[in-house]
């Protein structure tokens, strides 16, 4: 229920002017608000207005209506600025005339929708013509408005104005709206009203619809999948702006742009935009004309250039940060419209970040702080080989840097059901919010028509996804991509280039990711401030490198079961596992050890001086056996059925192998402590027993373990622990402590027995079911089920170090390379996190981000772009 209050002057009140204060922030007036109220506060050029809050959009959302009040609220606000401005609202002579504009606290590009030119009517668009001796500018804006009112209050289909623009176009062979004169306009009027024969009147009936639209453009599907993709939360709600407006569409020393303070692809100094003349509103981001590099507004536009230049200067000290901003010029003066957090790419987060440390900007914490670490991921993925050679079919726009191969799809329903047995690369004339879940399902994205500020080019960015957009030697016409000489049908493959902008025909090949320099400088700087240990899950020696160069310290789980596999070593595994004694499993057993030991000791030394937990056959052992159907044998056929289990995820797997065949464990522990022998000092062993659920259980391995170490290693160091996996672990750890020397929590099998779900059962099944309909905010198998799952490590970290204070605490799930999983690791205590070597940057910096969190330096954390 609201409350409101009226002993405050702020509180209970819906509305606020740019120029007043609210005593909220970006969650009460929403991104845009808050932006246009410090700009008007920094006393750059913005025009009046107020914001209705989201407070007022949560009201209307629970209500169902307009709250009580808002009507006469906005009234009041109405009339302020009609005395600020000297007009009135609905005015015949000279109208008042406002943009109503949505603005969420989390910005949502494209997802809700603006009107512009609010106020016109028949009567008051010939009073502005004539106030203005413009009558080309006066019906340019009343068809504009009937457009967006139509489409955004009323529904009517976009492609209903846009035909008769184009037709009206053709009549008049005009290659550019601009080419039309006054009276085309008054005729498009005419059309756009029998379009719309609905269109209202009254400028204040224009005002309150409109407002109403904007609330519930909040549910509509498009934003609910945004929110849902970007992890924002369903229930903020938007606030609505409502501008005087400022005309960029009144000729040549008019017009409207889109800048960036720093390059928003490579992060580079120097301001970057288009400008597109004699324009209103989205017409640079829409693509109705290729708009112009900003610098062309030197030229014609000097004085508004310079200032424009200025503000962003002063935007940025302000802000402390890369910004981009929108903004009008109406007959020669500026306007400023946006400012918000500059969307960049991961590289230009890190090269703006560590130039604003070198400016002394900010800190280095802050700059640690403000890199978002999911989006570095980009830069952690393959890239085209540089030294292929290879016949570029066609070249566009660098929109959004990355390589992707995939099937190109023609429409975004097409793309989310192709995706499902395949990548795909989602290719269209332009992209529209209506594409969003296309662009999620797709692994690139390729357009004809737009610019960098393009729908298309801005989704990708925040999305980390390759985009070529403005791509001109691509046609498509009748479900055909045409590229280079190339004819291509729906499922032909095709390679993107984001960041040079290429397109290819077929797949190409990819190198793997390097750190660059910027990269390199801010892990440096998290490494001083985390506390966490990053490790790797790596099974290999070239792994374990790779991990390595990515600044892993180590690894945190190596599985062995590989060591079992290859042509030489399956054949000897399956007779061990055929043999009937234990003294033909031990035969096949010592054939065995020498390919185990070469192995570890390839790891001991790619990861020389850090430790290594190697984790003992986990797998149940049919994994290793043909399947009935292929045996040909009678003998083997018998094994298998008589090792088929109901549960394979809950049977003779783990610790439960090692203790039913322990010649198992002893062979593998042997060839570790030879392995270690031989590399010497280097070697640091940690042996981790995995699905251990009783004391006793690791009680009898570590028996076994220490025996057959003493005979190889003597008293070399060595640590013996378990992985956590089980319910019962948890509950029970102050037992198992005392006889582990480390706990590392398997998360992905604790998740599945916490949460009684098979991954494989649910995953794509009734758990994407259940994140649809909202059952689930969240895949448990990726980011960690804090309460539940996180519960339960609690109780085994309070245990198990009760027990047991020198007890060593990781993680070696997948959660461990997903931020927030590694910030509640952080929370918990934990030693180390370990991660897939390509996430290891990622949690190094995630890992410092939850330090500098703890430390009360929140304020740290950007507000978000
Ligand atoms: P979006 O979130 O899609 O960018 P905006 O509310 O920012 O929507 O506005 C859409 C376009 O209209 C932008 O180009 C913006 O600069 C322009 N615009 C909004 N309000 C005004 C105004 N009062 N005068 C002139 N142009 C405006
Ligand atoms: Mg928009
Ligand atoms: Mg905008």
């Known amino acids: 229920m609201r409350t409101r209050g009226n002993n405050l002057a702020t509180m209970g009140r819906f509305v606020f002017d740019f120029d007043e204060p609210s005593g909220g922030g970006r969650e009460l007036l929403g991104g845009k608000g808050i932006g246009l109220a410090e700009m008007t506060l920094l006393g750059l050029p913005v025009p009046a207005g107020f914001t209705i809050t989201t407070e007022a959009c949560r009201a209307y ?45 989390v910005s949502m590009p494209g997802m809700m929708d603006s009107i512009l030119n609010l106020g016109l009517n028949d009567d008051a668009t010939e009073g502005l013509a004539s106030r203005t001796g413009n009558p080309r500018f006066a019906y340019d804006s009343y068809r504009r408005l009937i457009q967006m009112f139509g489409e955004v209050v009323d529904g009517v289909e976009a492609h209903r104005f846009e035909d008769a623009l184009g037709e009206l176009k053709t009549r008049r062979n005009a290659r550019h709206d601009t080419d039309l004169g006054a009276e085309d306009m008054r005729g498009l009027v005419a059309t756009y009203k029998q379009i719309h024969p609905a269109f209202p009147q009254d400028a204040r009936e224009q005002l309150l619809r409109a407002v109403r639209a904007v609330f ?87 004085e508004a250039y310079a200032q424009l230049l200025d503000t962003m200067r002063r935007l940025e000290e302000h802000y402390r940060d890369m910004q981009d901003v929108e903004f009008t010029v109406e007959d020669g003066a500026l306007y400023m419209l946006q400012t918000r957090a500059a969307k960049r790419t991961a590289a230009a987060a890190l090269k703006a970040a560590v130039d604003m440390v070198d400016e002394g900007l900010i800190t280095r914490e802050e700059a640690v702080a403000r890199i978002d670490p999911a989006q570095l991921d980009q830069l952690l993925h393959p890239a085209i080989d540089p030294n292929a050679r290879l016949e570029v079919a066609g070249k566009g726009l660098n929109a959004s840097p990355g390589a992707a191969s995939g099937g190109i799809v023609f429409d975004a329903d097409t793309a989310v059901e192709r995706a499902k047995d395949g990548p795909v690369i989602l290719v269209r004339w332009e992209t529209t919010p209506d594409d969003i879940h296309g662009m999620i399902a797709a692994q690139g994205i390729l357009t004809v028509h737009g610019g960098m500020t393009s729908h298309a080019a801005v989704v990708a960015r925040g999305m980390g996804k390759p985009c070529v957009a403005g791509c001109e030697d691509l046609s498509l016409r009748d479900g055909v991509a045409r590229i280079g000489g190339h004819e291509l049908h729906e499922g032909d493959v095709i390679t993107l280039d984001g960041g040079t902008g290429r397109v290819f025909v077929g797949e190409v090949p990819l190198v793997a990711p390097r750190l660059n320099e910027d990269f390199e400088t801010v892990l440096g700087w998290a490494d001083d401030v985390r506390r966490l240990k990053v490790r790797a899950n790596a099974d290999t ?44 499993r031990r035969a096949a057993l010592d054939r065995l050890l ?28 049919h994994e290793f056996l043909p399947s009935e159907e292929q045996a040909t044998d009678e003998k083997v056929r018998a094994r298998i059925r008589s090792l088929h289990e109901q549960n394979p995820m809950l049977g003779l797997r783990g610790c439960r192998l090692g203790l039913t065949y322990p010649e198992v464990y002893e062979m593998q522990v042997r060839a570790i402590a030879r392995a270690a022998r031989t590399v010497g000092e280097g070697a640091v062993v940690e042996i981790m027993h995995p699905l251990v659920g009783f004391a006793e259980e690791l009680r009898r391995l570590r028996e076994l373990t220490e025996r057959v170490w003493a005979e190889e290693a003597g008293d070399a160091p060595r640590l013996i ?54 059952v689930l905010e969240r895949n448990p198998f990726e980011v960690l089920d804090q309460d539940g799952v996180g519960g339960l490590m609690r109780i085994a970290v309070e245990r198990g170090r009760s027990a047991k204070r020198e007890l060593k605490l990781g993680i070696c799930g997948e959660h461990g390379g997903e931020p927030s999983s590694v910030a509640f690791c952080h929370r918990l205590g934990l030693d180390y996190v370990s991660c897939s070597p390509f996430r290891v940057p990622l949690a190094r910096l995630a890992a410092a981000q939850a330090a500098l969190e703890e430390a009360g330096s929140a304020q740290y954390v950007a507000a978000g772009g």
């Open 61 to 105: 959302l629970r209500e169902g209506d307009i709250p009580d009040g808002l009507e006469d609220e906005i009234e009041e606000h109405v009339h302020r600025l009609e005395e600020r401005t000297g007009k009135r609202f609905g005015d015949a002579g000279d109208p008042l005339l406002v943009s109503v504009r949505s603005g969420a606290a």
């Open 594 to 621: 020498p390919f185990q030991q070469s192995d570890f000791e390839g790891i001991f030394e790619a990861m020389s001086g850090l430790p290594v937990t190697i984790r003992l056959l986990d797998p149940p052992l």
């Open 721 to 774: 622990g378990t992985m956590v996996e089980l319910p019962r672990a948890c509950i029970r750890a102050d037992e198992i402590a005392e006889f582990a020397d480390f706990f590392s929590f398997g998360t992905n099998d604790l998740t599945q027995t916490t949460l009684g779900m098979s991954r494989d059962d649910a995953e794509g099944k009734f758990l994407t079911r259940y994140l649809n309909d909202g």
């Open 216 to 302: 519930e453009s909040w549910n509509t599907p498009r934003a609910q999948v945004y929110r849902r993709a970007n992890d924002i939360p369903d229930d903020l709600g938007t606030a609505v702006n409502v501008v005087q407006m400022v005309f960029g569409n009144k000729g040549d020393h008019s017009g409207t742009g889109v800048a960036f303070t720093r390059d928003p692809s490579t992060g580079e100094q120097g301001v970057y935009g288009e400008f597109l003349a004699n324009a209103q509103g989205e017409d640079v981001v829409a693509g109705i004309r290729t708009p112009q590099p900003l610098e062309t507004m030197q030229a014609t536009l000097a």
């Open 541 to 584: 020696p070239e792994d374990a490198a790779r991990a390595r160069e990515f600044g892993a310290q180590g690894i945190g789980l190596c599985r062995t079961e590989h060591m079992f596999f290859g042509s030489e070593r399956l054949p000897v595994m399956q007779e061990m596992i055929l043999a009937d004694t234990e003294e033909g």
